[in-house]
């Protein structure tokens, strides 16, 4: 008997034990409840499980380091009053719940409370596909001084209108590099500029090296524009800036500061900065430009001629292609022919040393000249020289005075060269003879 009792005792403990067993290691677990550690304090060493955590202990000027990619974080609060870094270091922070916000409005990722100063850079946040269900409402909800620097927000899947993924009621905010916020539509409101209860004022920044993009719209909501202002500056891609209500309408004339960026859709000419102005493009953007800062370039230019006047051509901005000036009149230049005589075998003439046109175009005229005489022993040299241009044709030979051969006449007697004319001592003969007789006659008498 006592033997079956302990048999029975013993599978009883077993089966308890299999039983605590399984209920006390879970098959699956959020990494928000495991051991894993997510961000370290880089200025301590020390590593947390969650962002909550390590927000406990971080102190003014430490920088929390994201160590991993996180698939489900919860909503935090960051108290006023604080002074920290959050680097996501390359990783994506993917929201999973809500749970920061006032009491019973627990509805944002994050919520920074006034008088603090934090730097969030370098990551992705999003919203897990049934975000919306679990009540997360914004992103982040900010009262305090805000520098973003090279964030991604997708704001996809964010509560039922996907509006207002980042609010800022409060403090300075500064968005730098390429800090984007990426909506499914340009009518999704990407973040507003609130004036709220009684907080001093916001003022939104896009910094000078900024690139990024709000291809959602830009809500300004207050009707204070002292206290409340959005400065654009940089480089970066905009949906487009919208008013809440005709006093929030007038009151962005003087708030909004628009001096750099592009913008999808028209923007009021009265939010440009003094000297900047807004200019379509072909693809219907609007860029801003001032066309000092900018560099130009020429276009329809043209080279005058010796016949047609030329053109300076007309300057323009180089960034946004607007014609800032008027070119003048280049005066044509009128023919100028060289001094010197230009010629070919049969021909010379006077040519424009710009155009190549000819003048005084003739055939030459050609005259001997005696480079080298002849003389009883040596050949000489002579050529044909034009006496207007002074083309010369090639030099020929002049033959020596003592080459001729000697050679026969028609009367058989040797030619001796001698060019001499044989009648003129026949005639004196003649003539002295007839002198002779008659002086012979003269004495008979």
Same mark, same amino acid.
């Given at each position: 008997?006592?033997?079956?009792?302990?048999?029975?005792?013993?599978?009883?403990?077993?089966?308890?034990?299999?039983?605590?067993?399984?209920?006390?290691?879970?098959?699956?677990?959020?990494?928000?409840?495991?051991?894993?550690?997510?961000?370290?304090?880089?200025?301590?060493?020390?590593?947390?499980?969650?962002?909550?955590?390590?927000?406990?202990?971080?102190?003014?000027?430490?920088?929390?380091?994201?160590?991993?990619?996180?698939?489900?974080?919860?909503?935090?609060?960051?108290?006023?009053?604080?002074?920290?870094?959050?680097?996501?270091?390359?990783?994506?922070?993917?929201?999973?719940?809500?749970?920061?916000?006032?009491?019973?409005?627990?509805?944002?990722?994050?919520?920074?409370?006034?008088?603090?100063?934090?730097?969030?850079?370098?990551?992705?946040?999003?919203?897990?596909?049934?975000?919306?269900?679990?009540?997360?409402?914004?992103?982040?909800?900010?009262?305090?001084?805000?520098?973003?620097?090279?964030?991604?927000?997708?704001?996809?899947?964010?509560?039922?209108?996907?509006?207002?993924?980042?609010?800022?009621? /409060? %403090?300075?905010?500064?968005?730098?590099?390429?800090? &984007?916020?990426? #909506? +499914?539509?340009?009518?999704?409101? !990407?973040?507003? $500029?609130?004036?709220?209860?009684?907080?001093?004022?916001?003022?939104?920044?896009?910094?000078?090296?900024?690139?990024?993009?709000?291809?959602?719209?830009?809500?300004?909501?207050?009707?204070?524009?002292?206290?409340?202002?959005?400065?654009?500056?940089? /480089? %970066?891609?905009?949906?487009?800036?919208?008013?809440? &209500?005709?006093? #929030? +309408?007038?009151?962005?004339?003087? !708030?909004?500061? $628009?001096?750099?960026?592009?913008?999808?859709?028209?923007?009021?000419?009265?939010?440009?900065?003094?000297?900047?102005?807004?200019?379509?493009?072909?693809?219907?953007?609007?860029?801003?430009?001032?066309?000092?800062?900018?560099?130009?370039?020429?276009? /329809?230019?043209?080279?005058?001629?010796?016949?047609?006047?030329?053109?300076?051509?007309?300057?323009?901005?180089?960034?946004?292609?607007?014609?800032?000036?008027?070119?003048?009149?280049?005066?044509?230049?009128?023919?100028?022919?060289?001094?010197?005589?230009?010629?070919?075998?049969?021909?010379?003439?006077?040519?424009?040393?710009?155009?190549?046109?000819?003048?005084?175009?003739?055939?030459?005229?050609?005259?001997?000249?005696?480079?080298?005489?002849?003389?009883?022993?040596?050949?000489?040299?002579?050529?044909?020289?034009?006496?207007?241009?002074?083309?010369?044709?090639?030099?020929?030979?002049?033959?020596?005075?003592?080459?001729?051969?000697?050679?026969?006449?028609?009367?058989?007697?040797?030619?001796?060269?001698?060019?001499?004319?044989?009648?003129?001592?026949?005639?004196?003969?003649?003539?002295?003879?007839?002198?002779?007789?008659?002086?012979?006659?003269?004495?008979?008498?």
């Amino acid at each position: 008997m006592k033997k079956s009792l302990m048999k029975v005792a013993c599978s009883l403990f077993a089966a308890f034990a299999m039983i605590f067993t399984l209920f006390s290691f879970p098959i699956t677990a959020n990494a928000e409840e495991t051991n894993e550690m997510q961000f370290v304090n880089s200025s301590t060493g020390e590593e947390y499980k969650t962002l909550s955590e390590a927000l406990n202990y971080v102190q003014k000027g430490d920088t929390l380091k994201l160590l991993k990619d996180v698939p489900d974080a919860a909503g935090v609060a960051v108290k006023s009053g604080s002074d920290f870094t959050l680097d996501f270091d390359g990783h994506t922070y993917t929201l999973a719940g809500a749970g920061a916000g006032s009491s019973g409005t627990e509805t944002n990722g994050f919520q920074f409370l006034q008088n603090s100063t934090i730097v969030m850079k370098n990551g992705i946040v999003k919203l897990t596909d049934d975000a919306s269900q679990k009540n997360i409402k914004r992103i982040i909800q900010n009262y305090a001084n805000l520098t973003l620097e090279d964030m991604i927000f997708e704001t996809s899947n964010l509560n039922q209108y996907e509006d207002y993924a980042l609010s800022f009621n /409060n %403090g300075d905010i500064h968005f730098k590099g390429k800090t &984007s916020i990426i #909506a +499914s539509s340009p009518d999704v409101i !990407a973040f507003d $500029i609130c004036k709220f209860s009684s907080y001093p004022g916001a003022t939104v920044t896009f910094e000078d090296n900024y690139t990024g993009s709000i291809n959602g719209t830009i809500m300004y909501d207050s009707t204070d524009a002292n206290t409340h202002k959005l400065i654009v500056k940089g /480089n %970066g891609n905009f949906a487009g800036i919208s008013t809440s &209500s005709n006093t #929030a +309408s007038e009151a962005a004339k003087d !708030a909004i500061t $628009i001096s750099g960026g592009t913008f999808k859709t028209d923007v009021s000419d009265e939010y440009f900065a003094d000297g900047y102005n807004p200019v379509k493009q072909e693809d219907g953007t609007i860029i801003v430009c001032n066309h000092v800062d900018t560099e130009t370039e020429i276009r /329809n230019y043209k080279e005058a001629t010796c016949t047609e006047n030329g053109y300076t051509g007309d300057t323009y901005c180089k960034k946004c292609g607007t014609k800032l000036s008027d070119g003048q009149i280049i005066t044509s230049k009128g023919h100028e022919y060289q001094n010197n005589w230009t010629f070919d075998e049969s021909n010379h003439w006077k040519e424009c040393i710009n155009c190549g046109v000819k003048k005084d175009s003739a055939t030459h005229v050609f005259d001997w000249v005696i480079d080298t005489e002849a003389t009883s022993v040596e050949n000489g040299i002579k050529h044909e020289e034009c006496e207007i241009c002074g083309y010369k044709k090639e030099s020929i030979t002049i033959p020596a005075l003592s080459s001729k051969p000697n050679s026969q006449n028609s009367s058989g007697s040797v030619d001796t060269g001698d060019k001499v004319n044989v009648a003129l001592p026949a005639a004196m003969t003649v003539i002295s003879g007839m002198l002779i007789a008659s002086f012979v006659i003269y004495k008979k008498r």
